[in-house]
């Protein structure tokens, strides 16, 4: 390593020695987020806005494939429109940012700014359905909710975020959730296929889900430090907000019926989600599949003749390909660049000088080993497309080993607390479906349930924390 | 047209009737806008979006084409952040909304709802400019905006807006000043060539600047009833906030220096424009590069074996083709599709039946037109591209024609207002440059300046409004 990068790789605290000061390090250091003058609201910069792009433009395509269409609805909420729905609003209410004044005039309302958009959809809805023949109505809306939070961290805990939220109305329960697991499954496959995180599905318990939700569907997942990050969530509404709005549709037998409805979303949580799961010590480890530069090409002495030339030969190749490749050719030194970019976590840096040129040859340097190879300049795009996917792979099967390493089975309250503070990640135990045993995990093991996954496991037929009879497996840990 | 088309055409007030109702009529019936609870903040419907999202695309290629990366900054500015720059609160404070409220507690400090983020990218510009090495800076942010207006109308005068906002910072005044120009022609190229929207380019007076700037430059455009839109602003702003900010960089000499900076931003207001410009009494009509559905392809006789299979294989041959196409294969009655089509303006309709099939044809019925050809399916794609290239070209002639045959000159106050009264238009006269003159042709004729055109003629020596001589030619007009 060049004096330049150990020099600037110091300035990243070590994980093991402090995970939360690593986190906002590389944050901060790989120029992905700054912060503002307000508390909690933090300012996207163009690499960690360029993350989020990507992954805006891969969600959207599968959206639209099942027939989602965007739209925009109004950042302002009415205090009486939010009040309509009982849970939801006891919920949201404390969270909120209240606009009381509108130019110098003190507001006869006041407004919150949305901390999500369940009942400006249902007001809608309610203008737009009228019949069976106005359903499905599969809407989905990219934008920024506003949540007035405590505490807050990059990424993590912002009190303005940006996000998608899915808002689905269908004719029965059975379409609505389908809808619902669909959604879900969208998420886990881009999770696990695009961001290289693996994630473990399932339904979360009555206490952990969506205020005025019939059932909420999440994707889970674990971080190096062996603490849950929910990745995204899926909620099933039943008819309960097209009752408290009023909203009915005429059938195919003429008469009035209650549609029922679906939400869903991700947020920028999920690049905290990227970081957490595939950094190291020496800053962002970012997925091929999301990453805004794939390929970082550095040539080798520069100054030399044709050297620029047959670098910029190789980025038209491999642009042409439909990779994202950028060359830096600034006069920095090949140490500060060979840390600049390991910094901010390019998959993959080519290098190429006169002797490679006269051998035909490059080298690559594989971010998440530091493997370094020459490699033939013929054929380099799928050489190098090739190296991209065993990049990804290597991510998720180390992110995968992480999970699987790191969850474990506890016969008994004891049990799972000495395994959390000795070990920490996810613990699975039987439950009886009873809330006071949920809060009792809570109160001595410090763990919050994080879902009932779908793949359930036969561990005992009691709940080891009452005795009584259990009916799931559950997986608690402690979550971000 | 068929009976279904003329009754549902009928719902459409005629815009020589009334064009302000005509206007709210399209935008209901094509299904761009809803209302929502709150005056001003309307719900932009999926076609409506649709619509905007090509924007986007077309213009987010553009930006970064220049180099330009997009950012996202919070949506509260605190009061005394945006009290930093004079000019500029006074301008925005009296159209804030402002939040006063977190939660259940007061704010210390009172945060208005962005009504535009000059000053938020300045306090970040700060912490991110040091040495002329971070310069130029080069930022732009899609987002909403909000301005508390007394009055509203759909895609016009939105109290809550989507937009983008270029910010960029420079090393000297002539930086800023290229950067200034070159986003304005972006803007224009991107109304001629992609929304078929005829420009006057030139630059505001101070009266009509923006906020702070020193210099504001706009594209002017002429709707259906002679009115002015102004469809996308350009600002220089020199060093003021720069200095109001303190932001400094070390330069080349090791000395500080103020950078310099530009901001520019266009609107959905351009998807007023587009109606405006190209909707007739029958609807919506599209430019094609901007249309979300491109083509509309319609099965005749669909139950009839075969069709269906033949209009699908002609949707796919022009999607391969890179063409935005949909087929409607519902129970509608083709009266109500063409009617359907034809009032949300898209540009050419395709007709295949069983006949057609047989004679290896289609029909093709221009919206702009209503033309109606036969044509041969053999290279339909070209054909079809063609004629998509031909619309674009017809609306822009016609919107040209348009503007040029309602700009009138007029060499005195009296003659001005008696043209504006008559036939309205912009109407060109010479001016000395005081905003005294200025005034007076607003209280007298009514009309605002529109721009000082970058293609000036020599009306005159002298100001036909005070007799003093004469600095500049000015467009005068009744504007949105």
Redesign the interface.
Known sequence: MAQDNKKQVEEITDMEVDFAKWFTDVCKKAELI?Y???KG??????YG??I??NIQHTLDAEFKKYGH????????I?ES?LQKEKDHVEGFA???????????EELEE??C?RPTSET?FC??FK??IHSYRDLPKL?NQW??V?R?EKTSRPFLRHR?F?WQEGHTMHANSEEAREETQRMLNVYADFMENVLAMPVVKGRKTDKEKFNGAEETYTVECMMHDKKALQGGTSHYFGDGFAKAFNITFAGKDNQPHFPHQTSWGVSTRLIGGIIMTHGDNNGLVLPPRIAPTQVIVIPVAQHKEGVIEANQAIVDRLTAAGLRVKMDASEQSPGWKFAEYEMKGVPLRLELGPKDIEKNQCVLVRRDSGEKVFVSLDNIEQTVADMLDSIHDSLYAKAKKNLDDNTFAAYSLEEAKAIQEEKGGLIKTMWCGNLECELKMKEEAGMSSRCIPFAQENLGETCPICGKPAKHMVYWGVAY
């Open positions: 700054d503002s003058s307000i609201m933090f300012i996207y910069r163009p806005y360029a989020w792009e269409e965007n739209v925009y609805l109004p950042m302002l009415p429109l404390p969270e909120c940012a209240w606009v009381t004044m509108g130019g110098s006041r407004y700014i400006l007001e809608h203008n737009v809407y934008c920024s506003l007035w303005e940006l």
